[in-house]
């Protein structure tokens, strides 16, 4: 049955006007690395004067990407006319790692428009169409992330583990080991769990409960005993960034992890579960 809810003929597989044609639209790649979202996505569609439209670049295919509450960005096709590829840093996205992408296909110039390959009657007219208007669309493609984080250059700085119930931590409420190339922090499974549930809700919170005292420990050991581990990773990393190598009192420590907790690593952990350790002296 034909859809005559547009003003122009539109290729959309669920409110268009072309029964007999679509627009599909996949993700190919999405991943997040060194703090820059990748994205990647590929059409493919079977309509031959959109096809035309495309490859004469009248028309684009384009992606919409919403992620709330303050970016929306239209991403268009470079070299390839039915993919569409492009990074976003992780300092521009907001706190919610939830992002939403239309596909679209929209007019570059102005020009005549008629389609005799769409439903009937609206097949048989001719539209003046105007620059950036929509004659394709597909359904919202949806991706989250459980965390967002902008890396170390190697790894996530702190790396928590659940401890095999009934194991407890022999220090209090965690364990920190410092010599290893992270700092690996062992807590007891109740407590896991807290952390991980905390940190896909709002790491900035887990941020402000932990990495202090994490940090605060692990500074004041590093400069008691520096040779130990000038070496490590996780210190050289941290001394690229905040110059930890030049700490020398508890003054001096407190004001390093104030600039460390307003850096753009907002957040700094990694969470994975002892029995996928291979290495059972880590």
């Known amino acids: 049955m034909a859809i005559l809810n547009n003003p122009f003929p539109v290729l959309d597989n669920s409110f268009g006007n072309f029964s007999n044609h679509q627009f599909s639209v996949e ?29 004469s670049k009248k028309v684009s295919f384009c992606i919409q990407l919403d992620c709330k509450p303050f970016i929306r960005k239209i991403y268009k096709t470079n070299e390839l006319n039915d993919e569409v590829n492009f990074e976003i840093n992780y300092e521009d ?25 769409a439903d009937s009657p609206i097949n048989n007219y001719t539209f003046k169409l105007q620059k950036n208007q929509i004659i394709g669309s597909h359904a919202s ?24 119930p009934p194991e407890k931590p022999k220090n ?5 080991r410092l010599d290893l190339d992270y700092i690996k922090v062992s807590v007891s499974s109740e407590d ?65 992890i104030d600039s460390i907790l307003k850096s753009p690593h907002s957040n700094f952990f990694d969470f994975y579960i002892k029995k996928y350790d291979t290495n059972s002296n880590d």
């Open 192 to 256: 896991f769990d807290l952390f991980t549930k905390i940190n896909s809700l709002e790491s900035k919170l887990l941020d402000t409960v932990l990495t202090f005292p994490i940090l605060q420990y692990t500074l004041h050991e590093f400069i008691n005993d520096k040779d130990s581990y000038l070496e490590k990773e996780w210190a050289q990393n941290l001394n690229n960034l905040f110059n930890i190598f030049d700490l020398n009192d508890s003054d001096e420590i407190l004001s390093a």
């Open 141 to 164: 493609l949806k991706i989250s992330f459980e965390t967002g984080y902008e890396t170390f250059e190697s790894a996530p700085l702190i790396k928590f583990i659940r401890l095999t």
């Open 172 to 176: 209090g409420s965690m364990d920190i």
């Open 93 to 117: 996205i907001p706190a919610n790692f939830y992002f939403e992408f239309t596909p679209l296909l929209i007019t570059e110039v102005a020009f005549d428009y008629k389609n005799q390959n």
């Open 27 to 55: 993700c190919i790649s999405s991943k997040v690395e060194n703090g820059i979202y990748s994205f990647g996505f590929k059409s493919e569609i079977n309509e031959p004067i959109i096809l035309d439209l495309i490859n």
